[in-house]
């Protein structure tokens, strides 16, 4: 197995393995390395869906994605499909999966199942590390401050979005949870700092005047696009990858119409975040 850094900010590609047969030593460098580098791209690949589950439950319990369309007979799979004919991806926005959960996620496993022939990547941003660029007052201003997520905007009944993307999307009834946790994050289990707002599902910062709030946010958001925060995966078929929700961020781009892109993502349940 090797395991080689992604970018200097976030993930780690790990190669000439079978995640079907890892060893608990070698699972053990694997975890290590997720709590490393927040990301992990594992290629050449070859799973069933029941080899996806087993992989993901080595991680902890799986949660139930609530609102993607899940893969027949696989409730555990949620599916991340794009058609030919459909204008709108799933993803195609910053954010990380389940932040307006209590309990968000702790990661997600990604299986590429079929890949457009360009176009299509993912963008990954870590968090620690933008944060750790901050400047000391801006650490200093948000140092105890708590932001409010939420996901009615995403997968609520009046959700335009949600409209766009149509049957790929369940459950718009059980929609509209909210969830307060805090802007700065020391990560559960390494402890490391980072940043938990993201553009996809925080709706403001808890205590502070809207106009104030939003405009930090943006601050926030202006700084953590920056491309030296980030890492572009550029898929294969038969490539597995895992992030950390809690260390990182992610964007699928929307950059192959006409083009199917289907893949399979299990999320791992994690605790509250204090
Ligand atoms: C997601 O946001 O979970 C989907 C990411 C992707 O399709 O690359």
């Not at 893969?71 to 599916?79: L, S, W």
């Not at 553009?199 to 202006?222: K, N, R, S, W």
């Not at 700084?223 to 898929?235: A, E, L, N, S, Y």
């Amino acid at each position: 197995m090797q395991i080689s850094k992604a970018s200097e900010a976030v993930g780690a590609i790990v190669e000439h393995v079978d995640v079907t047969t890892l060893t608990d030593a070698e699972f053990a460098d694997v975890q290590q390395a997720f709590r490393d580098h927040g990301a992990l791209f594992f290629r050449d690949q070859k799973l069933t869906p029941e080899e996806h589950i087993a992989f993901a439950g080595r991680w902890g319990a799986i949660d139930f994605n609530r609102f993607f369309k899940r893969r027949d007979g696989y409730p555990e799979i949620a599916e991340v499909l794009k058609e030919p004919d459909q204008q709108l991806n799933i993803g195609g926005g910053w954010h990380t999966d389940h932040s307006y959960d209590e309990a968000p996620a702790m990661g997600s496993i990604l299986y590429a199942l079929e890949i457009p022939p360009s176009g299509g990547d993912t963008l990954f941003a870590g968090m620690a590390a933008a944060y750790e660029a901050l400047d000391d007052g801006m650490k200093d201003r948000i140092r105890d401050l708590k932001a409010r997520h939420g996901n009615a905007h995403v997968f609520g009944e009046e959700s335009p979005y949600r409209k766009a993307v149509g049957d790929r999307y369940t459950n718009a009834d059980q929609a509209g949870q909210t969830a307060v946790h805090p802007v700065v994050l020391a990560h559960p289990e390494t402890g490391v700092k980072g940043l938990y707002v993201n553009p996809g599902f925080t709706l403001e910062i808890v205590d502070m005047e809207p106009a104030e709030g939003q405009a930090l946010l943006q601050e926030l958001y202006d700084h953590i696009t920056q491309d030296r925060f980030h890492h572009r995966h550029v898929w294969r078929e038969g490539d597995l990858a895992m992030w950390d929700n809690r260390s990182t961020w992610h964007y699928a781009m929307n950059d192959y119409q006409g083009h199917r892109r289907y893949l399979n993502r299990i999320t791992i349940e994690g605790g509250a975040l204090a």
